[in-house]
């Protein structure tokens, strides 16, 4: 059973505020995070919920002007708190690596990708040239490029998008790492393309036995692959569980608006539902819920107290003074 | 004169465009964008275009709006032809047919205020005199749009993502054009503002009697929109019809692929798995395939299919779809048998 297994990421209170010279900016705000190995958890969120911000302070790779804390922050059981930079820099490809979404600009155009994927286990592993180079040519045959051998000595802007960004998912799983983070990789695709990246994502950390954190605003994506989900918005997670009983049964209102203004095929011609106003920006956070301008279940208390993380259910966590009432016009519909 | 419903607004016959891209050796390469695209709209209806980057879906829009020149073909806008002339006749199509962009940060100059931007088209072509006439034109546009009349002084980045788009919207609408082209209108937005958009497009469609063209890679939305579909396939239409046809019975192999690998909001209708698979990458626009251009990989390829061109033809039955395949036939009934 997976929530039996081993914890791959094992987050407590993860905050990461943005210096600015208009001030500081918190971006992120007391996350959790837990994902266990093989398991495929997605970190659903709109831009500037604080998704990246948060996957990046995981990873060490925050930017210079941004400070990070937390409570707890391990991989394994590997305190990732107390870690050096030069000690982080090992794990990062070993034990943890990221895919980004713009494999074009993650990519060095300059570098054929043997050598680029050739350059990990040079480094890490100190195979020799022509070892690298044989273990980067099985690499590229595992996520699915055609021809490897001939294709290893080509250069970046020779493969095509889907391509590019199975070259960076061989890049990430180099060396069985125990946690990948994919930042949006399927983005930039078109929907066939995305159809067998997020597949060989599932293939794969069911295969390897990999922890997977997906970050991605796309719900039908979460819908496709995700075991768990974590809602984002505003910083703060929002909403958690397993992703059956979250998209059944919504227990925030802002996951519930989400799903309800997907358009459904036996809705064509009605007007969808819209949820009013835009996200807030992270200088602007209303008092309260930060979702409560935009709420359509939102009350007097809403305005002024910010909901709590709370358990609602087994394994369910929201963030709502009225996710009862929630749940419930969920089921009824 | 607005035309009454079901009126023939907008004629596209055998639009042909390429690129030049550089040479190979001696020879020149040529991407052929679109090759032999016919469509036709009728006033109040709403056409959506889907197909993958590099299908031609956006060149297609760009030649619809005059901001492309097809090399062979025909726009025919109320009996006129405008792809091909100069002068008042253009003037004609900018009039009539009006876009909506993808990415509402940079089509809007970031230093004209709400109000130079929605008048401008008004004083170009010359509709309203006076600055208070086009004040109040302007006012009105914004009302259109569901946006205050007070925030025309504001410049564009004072607006969030989904009111540019809706700035975007008045200043296509400001000329009253009778057809939108709108290239991916949504996908730059936020998720949860999306739905805003797409509402307000479908609300103008139907009180202003405005025909939509809608181009977009989300299914779900397009199929929520549209009253008709296009599926584009490397420059050339695979299939067109009713999208109530085309979603539920998709009959072109790649129209089939294409719906099968879209995901769906549902947990118990999880479909990546048994999606249909395409075989290798789509084929370099250079140089595509011969005969049916989706023939590489399709999964009932036949000999015929490498040779000749399959045309555009109806299938038997009451459904208004066309679609490009030898084998039209035997694909859709075994779509129906999976």
């Known amino acids: 059973m997976r929530h039996a297994s081993e914890s791959a990421l094992h987050v407590r209170g993860l905050s990461v ?21 093989g398991e495929l958890v997605a970190l659903l969120g709109e831009s500037g919920s604080g998704k990246s911000a948060a996957a990046r302070a995981v990873m060490g790779l925050s930017a210079r002007n941004a400070t990070v804390s937390a409570d707890a922050m391990r991989l394994g059981d590997t305190d990732l708190l ?32 043997g050598d680029q994927i050739g350059e990990l286990f040079r480094e890490h592993r100190g195979m020799s040239r022509r070892q690298a180079r044989a273990a980067a040519v099985d690499l590229l045959g595992q996520v699915g490029i055609p021809a490897p051998a001939r294709r290893v000595g080509e250069y970046p802007h020779q493969f095509s998008g889907g391509m590019r960004q199975r070259i960076l998912i061989a890049m990430a799983i180099a060396l069985r790492p ?35 954190l997906l970050i991605t605003h796309d719900l039908g994506v979460v819908s496709e692959v995700a ?82 993380l709370t358990v609602v259910a087994d394994g369910r966590t929201a963030a709502c003074h009225r996710t009862e009432e929630v749940r419930h016009a969920a089921v009824t519909g | 004169m607005p035309p009454s419903p079901g009126d023939l607004v907008l004629d596209a016959q055998d639009l042909h465009k390429s690129f030049a891209t550089g040479r190979t050796g001696w020879h020149r390469t040529r991407v052929s964008a679109v090759d032999g695209v016919s469509l036709r709209l009728r006033a109040g209806e709403s056409l959506g275009i889907v197909g993958e980057s590099g299908c031609g879906k956006s060149t297609l829009a760009r030649m619809l709006v005059g901001l492309e020149r097809p090399d062979s073909g025909s726009i025919t806008i109320h009996g006129r032809d405008v792809a091909r002339t100069r002068g008042r006749d253009r003037r004609l199509l900018r009039r009539q047919v009006q876009m909506v962009f993808q990415d509402p940060y940079t089509s809007l100059d970031p230093r004209m205020s709400v109000l130079d931007l929605l008048a401008e088209p008004l004083i170009v072509h010359k509709r309203v005199d ?3 006439a086009r004040r109040d034109r302007v006012a009105e546009l ?56 797409v509402n307000l497009l479908r609300d103008l469609q139907h009180r202003m009697g405005i025909a939509l063209v809608f181009i977009a890679h989300d299914l779900s939305v397009v199929r929520h929109v549209a009253d008709r579909t296009a599926v584009m396939y490397l420059g050339r239409l695979a299939e067109i019809g009713d999208t109530t046809t085309v979603y539920e019975e998709p009959t072109h192999p790649y129209t089939q692929a294409l719906l099968s690998a879209s995901p769906v909001v549902d947990r118990s209708r999880r479909r990546l798995a048994d999606r249909i698979m395409l075989a290798g990458d789509p084929p370099s626009p250079t140089d595509p395939p011969s005969g049916c251009r989706f023939h590489t990989r399709c999964r009932f390829r036949q000999d015929r299919c490498s040779q000749e061109q399959p045309v555009l033809r109806s299938l038997d039955g009451p459904a208004d779809r066309l679609v490009a395949c030898h084998f039209a036939e035997q694909t859709r009934d075994s779509a129906g048998a999976r």
Request: include cysteine.
């Open chain 2, 130 to 132: 006076g600055a208070a």
């Open chain 2, 142 to 197: 914004l009302s259109l749009v569901n946006l205050a009349p007070e925030l025309m002084h504001r410049y564009p980045h004072q607006f969030s993502g989904g009111q540019r788009q809706r700035i975007g919207i008045a200043r296509a609408l400001a000329l009253e054009p009778e057809v939108l082209v709108c290239d991916e209108p949504v996908s730059a937005l936020d998720v949860s503002v999306q739905a805003q958009v």
């Open chain 1, 178 to 212: 125990e946690l990948v983070i994919a930042d949006e990789p399927t983005t930039a695709l078109d929907v066939t393309v995305q159809a067998q990246i997020l597949e060989l994502l599932d293939s794969l950390r069911r295969d390897l036995n990999m922890a997977v």
């Open chain 1, 82 to 113: 107390g870690l050096a930079e030069p000690q982080l820099r090992h794990l990062r490809g070993t034990r943890m690596s990221m895919v980004f979404q713009d494999a074009l600009s993650a990519l060095n155009p300059v570098l054929t990708i």
């Open chain 1, 227 to 308: 075991d768990r989900v974590m809602v984002m918005y505003a910083g703060r997670v929002v909403e958690a569980g397993s992703a059956d009983d979250l998209l059944g049964t919504p227990a925030h209102p802002y996951t519930e608006a989400l799903l309800r203004s997907v358009p459904q095929a036996d809705q064509r011609g009605q007007a969808l539902y819209a949820i009013p106003g835009s996200p807030p920006s992270p200088t602007h956070q209303p008092a309260g819920c930060p979702f409560h301008p935009r709420c359509g279940f939102v009350v007097d208390r809403c305005r002024t107290e910010r909901p709590p």
């Open chain 1, 17 to 37: 505020t943005f210096g600015t010279r208009r001030g500081s900016v918190p971006a992120v705000v007391d996350v959790d995070l837990d994902v266990a190995r």
